[in-house]
């Protein structure tokens, strides 16, 4: 195999990536979808190409020597939008762990770069693919080298050799800056010879084969307009040429032995895919060739006794306990073993032995016996289906490890232990294999394995909790997340019934509703064929129809949803193509999908909720995803209806907060017109209409409305001119408008989002109103891009973390007052700013007295907390 070396023009193929992907985050609120599609085709050009050296290049800034000629250069350029500029820190990132060098150099292009090496390469007898979307490489064009330019979006490239672009151009690569020279490049901002486009230079240049000979026989070209303008403009011409020479020559400080390419470590991309959360693409580095095993480390030696009969005389009364399930969903698996270990002991309890055992159950439920757990909500829950309500956690390792280090991914016992000196102890992954390969191993390696893990948790309690003294955490772990915990457990335990019968309903009047649309889109189109199918669909839109072509890939058509929204006004087959589409997706991923996860024995659905995930500490679910049901059709809402009371007397009674974020960035600004908006029940969205449309209330439409209401929620996450354009299908410049209104209107948000930022770069953190913490090291960094993003999230995450705290206390407040007012009524979901419970109808009286109260109580703010309720026969009623 011959070495090929691949040059990859990285802000090209980035910024590409970017305009063709809808905006994508990971749940820490980081953007990706840049990152994600240079990753797909990063993946595609490594296993297509097999290089043996390969380089991302980088532009290293906005002025380089070009500009010493021509100061407007690339002058016409819109301001790359900050969601943007905050991935490039992370593609480095993934570069480094796919182990592909990467490089910039001041005063010089990405090209230079390029043409330097690819101009190199000749000498180390290396065929060069040049990666790019800039049409100005392909003057590097030769028989070594190909140039493959990335067409609309960046799956699809066409590879330009010398012979095809003859074929194709009609000119030579060496041609291409006098093509340039004279018909300009207006994205580059640069001039040319004006009234002459690719099609009059291609045919100038073959007739006189380069810029210098079209002017030395100028006086022959036909066409008077034509000759007096490259009379006119010759100094733009050539100045437009030296503009777009790629310097071949640049004085870079690699050499093409530092691009030698030997493949990335699978474990370590992994790991980085995980962050990203680019889970669709952990199938393409072939996983399972990675060791199941670690490097050997020396484990010392453990005072271990597996227990065949639990005693009285085993328990201190100041225990850590480790209920050991390897299966993530604790709702349908079994326990696999229990470690114990207190001062002087360490215990393996085999699960038959615990569960069996009349001490181990009084020793459990007693609340005078304190215990230190990981995860108090999966070890109630997972003793609860086991009979055992377990008592007197004082100690939650996970809750107490998210809240000093929310930003890591991994509180599992080995990695928090690995973390803090603690290396006795094995990863999971190491003891049970992972995947297809997950088994529990023989007794004795279990045992010693949850034993270690047990013995961790209790040495490294006293340190944990010290910290969180010292960080003023200790009061919100101890009264809020852990009390909380426990009232989720039961609450997952309990679990919300479901009507499978209405589901089974849904299913059918969905899959007939399906079959109306596919018969009144044949009848538009004329003809019956896959709706499913692309191949299919493109022929009958864009020839038969006759529809704008707006995208096409390499198979033909592309029939994307983002290509139909922009066709919606042009034949009344898009709508209903779309509405195909989303019913088909809500019926297949939530009819279907919610079916799949009722459970047999108890009719219900037992989420699970996540409680140290997100860095603002909202809640999320799982299994299902009830934070994610579709409520903007129709169809969508109507699934709640299979969400009702266990028993046939009783109702469902939900309750929200009432723009609850806005209400907290008021207190938090303490800005006098939203403080004078909310005390006056104003609507906020009509005020903040009138401040930034400059007209009176009767003036309001319900666009503008809309308008504002985007305006005031894109606040609140830090949204900037880009994405409130995106949001609403408006210019950047009208986006821009509508922020900078927005902050002369309310002065006070404005101060405390620049007083925040400055907080924030002065102790390294930003914190809610009860204390959460996020940690944001990059908000002193030099790069601006990365700098950009922790000062946006630095003014938001006080705001969203705030929100979350406040529904949190108000969940323990209203389970505390149900339970003082011995009332049946229970709560069973958390969705958003949302709390659903299950009464007896004779309850409900009081339920609407002491929820709102609770919720509204649960905090004082400067503004009133405004919760709104409803009840009816299933969840969908209870709005």
Not at 205 to 218: A, F, I, M, P, R
Not at 390 to 415: R, V
Not at 573 to 593: A, E, F, M
Not at 845 to 856: D, R
Request: hydrophobic residues 35%; contains cysteine.
């Amino acid at each position: 195999m011959s070495n090929k070396l691949v040059l990859i023009d990285g802000n090209s193929v980035i910024y590409r990536a970017f305009f063709a992907l809808p905006l994508l985050s990971n749940d820490k609120g980081v953007y990706t979808n840049a990152v994600y599609g240079f990753t797909t085709m990063l993946l595609k050009i490594l296993e297509e190409e097999e290089p043996t050296h390969i380089l991302v290049a980088f532009d290293a800034g906005k002025t380089t020597f070009r500009h010493e000629t021509y100061k407007e250069y690339k002058g016409g350029r819109q301001k790359t939008p900050p969601e943007l500029s905050e991935q490039f820190p992370l593609l480095k990132e993934l570069l480094d762990a796919f182990q592909i060098p990467h490089y910039q150099l001041e005063q010089y292009e990405a090209d230079d770069i390029i043409g330097t090496l690819s101009t190199q390469s000749k000498k180390n007898d290396l065929n060069v693919n040049v990666i790019s979307g800039d049409k100005d490489m392909l003057q590097l064009v030769s028989d070594k080298v190909t140039v493959s330019l990335t067409k609309k979006g960046i799956s699809d490239v066409e590879r330009y050799t010398p012979e095809y672009m003859k074929e194709k151009m009609e000119i030579s690569p060496e041609q291409i800056i006098d093509l340039k020279a004279l018909m300009g490049d207006s994205s580059d901002n640069i001039p040319g010879v004006p009234g002459i486009g690719e099609k009059t230079a291609t045919k100038l240049l073959k007739q006189y084969g380069t810029v210098e000979s079209v002017y030395n026989h100028v006086d022959d070209v036909r066409g008077k307009k034509l000759k007096e303008n490259l009379v006119t403009y010759k100094a733009d011409a050539f100045m437009s040429k030296d503009l777009v020479t790629i310097n071949c020559d640049s004085p870079i400080t690699i050499s093409i032995d530092d691009l030698a390419y030997e493949g990335y470590e699978k474990a370590k991309l992994s790991t980085v895919f995980k962050e990203l959360e680019f889970q669709s693409l952990l199938s393409r580095i072939d996983l399972d060739s990675v060791s199941e095993g670690s490097d050997e480390r020396s484990l010392k030696e453990i005072d271990l006794t597996i227990v065949h009969e639990v005693t009285t005389d085993m328990f201190t009364g100041n225990e850590a306990l480790v209920v050991e399930m390897i299966a993530e969903n604790y709702h349908t698996r079994s326990i696999n073993g229990i470690g114990l270990v207190n001062e002087s002991d360490a215990y393996f309890i085999p699960v038959d032995v615990a569960l069996d055992s009349d001490a181990f159950k009084d020793w459990a439920e007693d609340s005078s016996k304190t215990k230190s757990v990981f995860d108090a909500k999966k070890t109630l829950v997972a003793l609860l289906n086991h009979g055992i309500h377990i008592k007197g956690i004082t100690f939650d390792m996970l809750l107490t490890s998210y809240l000093l280090n929310p930003s890591d991914n991994n509180h599992d016992i080995p990695a928090i232990g690995n973390r803090m000196g603690k290396t006795d102890v094995l990863y999971d992954e190491e003891v049970y294999g992972k995947g297809a390969k997950l088994k529990v191993p023989e007794q004795t390696m279990l045992a010693e394995h949850v034993a270690r893990k047990a013995s961790i948790l209790y040495y490294l309690k006293e340190e944990m909790e010290d910290k969180l003294k010292a960080n003023e955490q200790y009061e919100l772990c101890q009264e809020l997340e852990m009390p909380l915990a426990l009232i989720l457990g039961e609450m997952e335990h309990t679990g919300v019934r479901v009507d499978r019968d209405r589901l089974h309903d849904m299913d059918k009047d969905l899959n007939q509703r399906l079959k109306d649309l596919e018969k009144e889109v044949y009848d538009l189109a004329g003809e019956t064929f896959n709706l499913n199918s692309p191949k299919q669909l493109g022929p009958i839109l864009f020839e038969k129809l006759g529809l704008p072509v707006i995208k096409k890939t390499k198979t033909g058509y592309s029939t994307a949803a983002d290509v139909l929204e922009q066709l919606e006004d042009k034949h009344e087959i898009i709508p209903k193509l779309l509405l195909y589409r989303q019913l088909g997706k809500l019926h297949s991923t939530y009819i279907t999908g919610l079916l799949k996860v009722v459970n047999d024995d108890t009719s219900k659905i037992h989420t699970r909720f996540n409680q140290a995930l997100t860095q603002t500490g909202r809640l999320s679910s799982i299994e299902p995803n009830l934070q994610n049901i579709p409520i903007r059709l129709q169809e969508g809402r109507k699934i709640r209806q299979a969400f009702v009371p266990e028993e046939k007397e009783w109702v469902m009674f939900a309750a929200d907060y009432s723009q609850i974020e806005l209400r907290v960035l008021a207190h938090i600004a303490n800005d006098d017109k939203l403080i004078s908006a909310f005390k006056n029940n104003v609507d906020i969205h009509t005020q903040t209409a009138m401040d930034v449309f400059h007209v009176g209330k009767d003036e309001i439409t319900a666009n503008m409305r809309r308008q504002a209401k985007a305006v005031n929620f894109g606040i609140v996450y830090g949204i900037s001119d880009y994405g409130l354009s995106q949001s609403l299908g408006i210019t950047r410049k009208e986006a821009k408008q509508f922020i900078e209104r927005y902050f002369e209107s309310y002065p006070g948000v404005k101060t405390y989002m620049e007083d925040i930022v400055q907080e924030a770069k002065h102790q390294g953190y930003v914190t809610t109103l009860m204390n959460r913490r996020r940690y944001l090291p990059e908000i002193t960094s030099r790069n601006f891009n990365t700098r950009s993003f922790s000062e946006r999230t630095a003014m938001n995450t006080p705001i969203q973390g705030s929100a979350a705290d406040i529904i949190k206390k108000a969940m323990i407040d209203l389970h505390g007052k149900l339970k003082e007012e011995k009332l049946q009524a229970r709560m069973l979901l958390q969705v958003h700013d949302e709390l659903i419970i299950e009464a007896p109808k004779e309850e409900i009286e009081k339920l609407k007295e002491i929820v709102p109260a609770a919720m509204e109580q649960t905090v004082e703010l400067i503004v009133p907390l405004e919760v709104d309720y409803a009840y009816g026969s299933s969840w969908f009623d209870a709005k």
